[in-house]
């Protein structure tokens, strides 16, 4: 392909179309978990996290990835599935909310494989034994060391050609009850360690029918291909996109793995095959801190809330302390970058013709405008939408000041409470008391003449009202946990 050429001025307040979507700006809110689960309150969670987003202005929203079967492929506690025909049509009461506010959803559909809980959660292993875990081939070497070393549980059923076909039936399945339900595109959940990435990745993949490395392109892209077939015969003509990994971030000797190369040519395929939008991303094959980078969250792993949680997770306390021993050198190797997928999503806008998403560290108005049309058509974040779910309305408008930028700190403290069972929620007083100041000053409440283009964009630097120090963002204006002490992640995985 031709690639796209660079747009002088392109800025956040621009319209952009995505396979034949038209958004009226160009900031997403990127995949998080949502932890809503199926119960009979999951559709009212799901509203009261992802409309405010929608109500500030976002153009395009993400809900978070949902397991495509009845049972197995979750990658984390609370996911929600959406194998059952009834529950995604009440969906439709989520879909409505966001169109109320001229906004656009995607749903991110996902099977972790070997990133699902019956591999790695203690309690979930021993409550659930008879669920199958499913691989794309003979797991790594280092994950059967896991294995012995009792972090991990492996017995996986190593996936047929039939049985690789029979799940990207139910991806496409899953995609259709979710157009029903009134859905505007579909997000194939490509990296993060879920079952898309082992597939593209030859660290998970030594496949030797046509699901196995593509020589040409040095990545697995047979089964994303087959999911779009799957998506087209099923849900017709949605905008459907995904995320595509590049594992350059894996730490040396660990094995052969996906760099930037492979990245670019597996967008060229994928944009010819069908898709309407690519979001390359830079992750290692595990999922760990090269997702979001940033802070060691050592508040969260310290936090006596989450001891039990942890126990049941990785089968005992010393475990946990072990998980999070690696946590802590893991985040000595990730530093936050801001933008630090920007230069991948440069190279494949040069080289595809459809539009590409960027997401991965970016904070400030500047920067994403400084993005766009030249490195990326949109830009997204997540993780700072835990303290600032109407963050929206700050970043959007024709009279922002460039340097307003979100309040999250990249403490990364609830990424790790969600593996406890906890819901993603910003824990950090610091942020919180900020947010809290914004929101006193009206910086969440969306200008009328820019209800549309934007937002009003409140600044950073408003002083904190009498009485408003260390209020937690609350209502639509905050997701906080009474008495927490730090903050973030999710999505496919974790946000960004």
């Not at 656009?104 to 959660?121: C, D, N, T």
């Not at 094959?285 to 126990?311: L, Q, T």
Request: aromatic fraction near 6%; include cysteine.
């Amino acid at each position: 392909m031709t690639g796209t050429a660079p747009t002088a001025g392109t800025t956040l307040n621009d319209p952009v179309t995505i396979g034949g979507l038209r958004l009226h700006n160009r900031l997403y809110r990127a995949p998080l978990l949502e932890c809503a689960g199926n119960g009979p309150d999951a559709v009212d969670a799901l509203i009261a996290d992802l409309e405010p987003a929608a109500a500030s202005g976002a153009g395009l929203i993400h809900q978070g990835a949902t397991i495509v079967r009845g049972e197995g492929g979750c990658a984390a506690p609370g996911m929600t599935r959406v194998h059952d025909p009834a529950f995604v049509a009440d969906l439709s009461r989520l879909t409505d909310a966001i169109h109320a506010h001229d906004s656009r959803i995607a749903i991110q559909l996902e099977h972790g494989g070997l990133r699902s809980m019956e591999v790695w959660h203690a309690g979930y292993r021993r409550a659930n034994s008879d669920l199958e875990q499913l691989a794309v081939s003979r797991p790594p070497r280092i994950l059967r060391l896991l294995d012995r070393l009792g972090f991990l549980d492996l017995s996986p059923r190593i996936l047929s050609t039939a049985d690789v076909e029979a799940l990207a039936a139910d991806f496409g399945r899953a995609a259709a009850r979710a157009v029903d339900a009134g859905y505007d595109a579909v997000h194939v959940a490509g990296a993060n360690m879920g079952i898309v990435q082992q597939f593209c990745s030859p660290f998970y993949n030594r496949r030797t029918d046509r699901f196995g490395i593509d020589p040409d392109v040095g990545a697995g892209v047979a089964f994303l291909e087959l999911v779009a077939e799957e998506v087209r015969d099923r849900a017709g003509d949605v905008p459907l996109m995904t995320k595509v990994p590049s594992e350059r971030p894996t730490l040396p000797g660990i094995g052969p793995h996906l760099g930037d190369d492979e990245a670019v040519r597996t967008c060229e395929r994928l944009a010819e095959h069908g898709y309407d939008a690519v979001v390359p991303v830079r992750t290692s094959v595990f999922w760990d801190m090269s997702v979001v980078r940033g802070e060691f969250p050592a508040a969260a792993w310290r936090d006596p809330r989450f001891r039990d949680g942890y126990r049941d997770a990785f089968g005992s306390l010393p475990r946990a302390a072990a998980v999070a021993v690696g946590n802590w050198i893991e985040s000595f190797a990730y530093d936050f970058e801001p933008g630090w997928n920007r230069d991948l999503c440069r190279r494949v806008r040069e080289r595809v013709d459809v539009p590409v998403c960027c997401e991965g560290g970016l904070r400030e108005r500047a920067e994403m405008d400084d993005a766009l049309g030249v490195d990326a058509d949109l830009v997204g974040m997540g993780r700072p939408f835990y303290a600032e779910p109407a963050l929206p309305a700050r970043l959007l408008g024709h009279d922002v000041d460039p340097g307003v930028k979100a309040v999250c700190e990249n403490c990364n403290n609830c990424a790790v409470a969600q593996a406890a069972g906890e819901a993603g929620v910003c824990r950090t007083p610091a942020v919180l008391e900020r947010a809290g100041r914004l929101r006193k000053h009206g910086a969440y409440v969306p200008s009328p003449t820019d209800s549309i283009e934007g937002g009003a964009g409140g600044g950073d630097e408003v002083e904190a009202a009498d009485g408003d120090e260390g209020r937690a963002a609350d209502g639509d204006e905050g997701r906080a946990a009474d008495g927490d002490e730090g903050g973030s992640a999710g999505g496919d995985g974790m946000s960004l």
